[in-house]
């Protein structure tokens, strides 16, 4: 207890992008498996979080919230204990409206017997929705107030907020305690929905940073379309290709996003494993200090193709080159936008993150042609020429 949580963005598995409200003990015990199987717990993988739709609709008659009879016949506390014997952390969700937004109890007035309830159960991380919020609560109030009941509920739980960037959540979520905030609304599996997310958090660097991170969604990594929407419609809704996955991962890395895996992670391609994986972008993410990333951009596309620059503890720096366009396009980074002038005598060596080698020292600047929706990225040193 009192140790300080979440110092980087948090990184593991939430039920929601793939199986929606179909959830049941079996699966969450599977993906704790999977996750010991697959090495993803080795690459820093920690959480296993149920989302939406694991309770019943009735709080039971002392006001407590009563887990779903058929999805978790055992309750929530055996799933729990399985998930710690494996050596990983078990997350729930909930809500600060009445109503979760798939319609189960929220925990609107009923904050801190929930948080005493999910202690209970051996809770370790709360994502904390934003539906059926009543129209004279202050949103900025029901995030304090549930900080404050899981500060004190007698256990360690990470408190993630999700109110989607509304109410001017940037300005007061760092000092309402939470650990994470969603900044945006609901990622969708394809292209556009992860570029969209991105530019709308380019400016947003200042508000996150160590303890308190910048949310921006659940990955879609491995999905292919078979979320949650291809089971009702009864066929694949989307998905990207794996060119795309993997720029999608190493933004969400190099923004400092909290890294939690959204596909089935029992059913991995090798592809899928590769990426969500990587050791050299995983280090970029999870880098000590927690510094976010800025922009520069391709001046002659300045749009569709940029540079995010994020300086390392100890001197290195993080840099990716990306092209959102839809040919080849190229992005040259000028050293002395990043503050390295020629005059200084030094250049800088670029180790590849996706070749895992070093590709060689550059002085003035570096220039590459970047596929359509691909990306570089780097660990970059500044050595004397
Ligand atoms: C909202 C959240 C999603 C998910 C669903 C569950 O849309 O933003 O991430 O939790 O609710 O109903």
Partial sequence: MNKPLAHTPPMGWNSWNTFGWNINEELIKTAADAFVETGLKDAG?????IDDCWSEKQRDENGRLVPDKNKFPNGIKPVADYIHSKGLKF?????????????????????????????????????????????SADGENLYKRMAMALRNCGRDIVFSACNWGNDGVLNWIRESGAQLFRSIGDIQDNWLSIQGIVESQLTHEAYSGVYCHNDMDMLVVGMHGKGDNAEVLGKVVGGCTDTEYKTHFALWALKNSPLMIGCDVRKMSPETKEILTNADIIALNQDIECRGPYCIRQWNNP??????????????????????SDKTSEMSLQFFDIGLPTSSGRGLELYDCHKHETIGTFTERYAAQIPSHDCFVFRAKVVKK
């Fill in 303 to 324: 749009e569709k193709v940029f540079a995010l620059v994020k300086p390392l503890c100890g001197g290195d720096y993080a840099i990716g080159m990306f092209n959102f």
């Fill in 91 to 135: 997350g729930i969700y909930s809500c600060a409206g009445t109503h979760t937004c798939a319609g189960h109890p929220g925990s609107f007035e009923h904050e801190f017997d929930d948080a005493e309830t999910f202690a209970e159960w051996g809770v370790d991380y709360l994502k904390y929705d934003y539906c059926y919020k009543p129209k």
């Fill in 45 to 49: 993988y920690e959480y296993i979080v």
